[in-house]
């Protein structure tokens, strides 16, 4: 993840960028349909940048072709791949566009698609992408420098990464957001943080009922996840499992049974082994 600042060949701040909702003094101006219910229609899919389906399709086209300049530039998302350490993204510029770009049917950003059907000219976008992070009381906040992408348009957040910066500015950590947008008004997406960390604790959860990891560090980090009894109880059984074959190294006199009391507070081994203790000082003090 390169923070902005940090890579010198990604130049400047990139260009400035026409939010996907159109002007809303643009959209009264003009007669978007060639009905009363087209132009309601046409008039909220520019509102909100985002087609709905295509009974209104050429009056859309006409009010595009209406609201757009030659000096509007657009983002958009190439390409997005996401797991449990990262995002990786491509970012696009579209400039110079036959009509307003809108988003395709139940997707968050404007992608290449949607840019090549408006008629725009299409480049990879080189620039910064700032990161909102949103609380989950709903307070917004901009805590870190924005990001860079490389000159292919490029962009990754290591989640491990965002989190030490958090924790070394004094902000919190990732736990303590519900989500990061990407980019003025979320333009290249955004991380569902409640339901990455979910997804992470799922898969520690899996790794711990195999035997890998530490069942302990799960409950606590993870308290409130459905598998934290489960976890606790393997954390139990594990520790009960240490504390067994530590009574067998001192029962064959190979760990001294102060260094075990030392270890364990509470032990159901605790009387065995402080009558081994006795009789291991005993046949010292004889000897």
């Known amino acids: 993840m390169a923070l902005a600042g940090s890579t010198a060949q990604a130049g400047g701040r990139g260009p400035e960028l026409q939010p996907v909702g159109a002007d809303a003094a643009a959209i009264d101006q003009l007669r978007a349909g060639s009905s009363a219910e087209c132009d309601r229609q046409v008039r909220a899919e520019l509102r909100d940048g985002q087609r709905l389906d295509d009974a209104c399709a050429n009056d859309r086209e006409r009010a595009g072709k209406a609201v757009v300049r030659r000096r509007d530039v657009f983002g958009f998302v190439e390409r997005r791949q996401v797991d449990l350490a990262s995002l990786r993204l491509v970012l696009g510029l579209a400039k110079r566009c036959r009509q307003w770009p809108l988003r395709s049917p139940g997707r968050d950003v404007l992608r290449r698609n949607d840019a090549h059907e408006a008629g725009c000219r299409l480049r990879r976008f ?41 924790r070394a500015l004094g902000v ?28 992470r604790a799922d898969w520690h959860l899996a ?50 049974a102060r260094s075990f009391l030392d270890r364990y507070r509470w032990s159901p081994y605790r009387r065995r082994v402080e009558a081994l203790g006795r009789i291991a000082d005993s046949v010292s003090a004889s000897e």
């Open 126 to 166: 080189q620039g910064e992408v700032t990161l909102t992070f949103i609380d989950h009381e709903g307070r917004r906040s901009t805590p870190l420098p924005p990001v860079r992408t490389d000159l292919d348009g490029k962009l990754e957040l290591r989640f491990a990464t965002l989190d030490r910066a958090l």
């Open 172 to 199: 919190g950590s990732l736990h303590d957001f519900a989500r990061i947008e990407l980019g003025e008004q979320a333009w290249a997406g955004y991380v569902d943080l409640s339901q990455l960390l979910r997804f």
């Open 207 to 256: 790794w711990v009922a195999r035997g890998r990891g530490s069942p302990g560090l799960f409950a606590v980090q993870h308290p409130e996840h459905p598998g934290a009894d489960e976890a606790r109880t393997l954390a139990a059984d594990a520790q009960l499992a240490r504390q067994e074959r530590d009574y067998q190294r001192v029962r064959r006199g190979r760990l001294p």
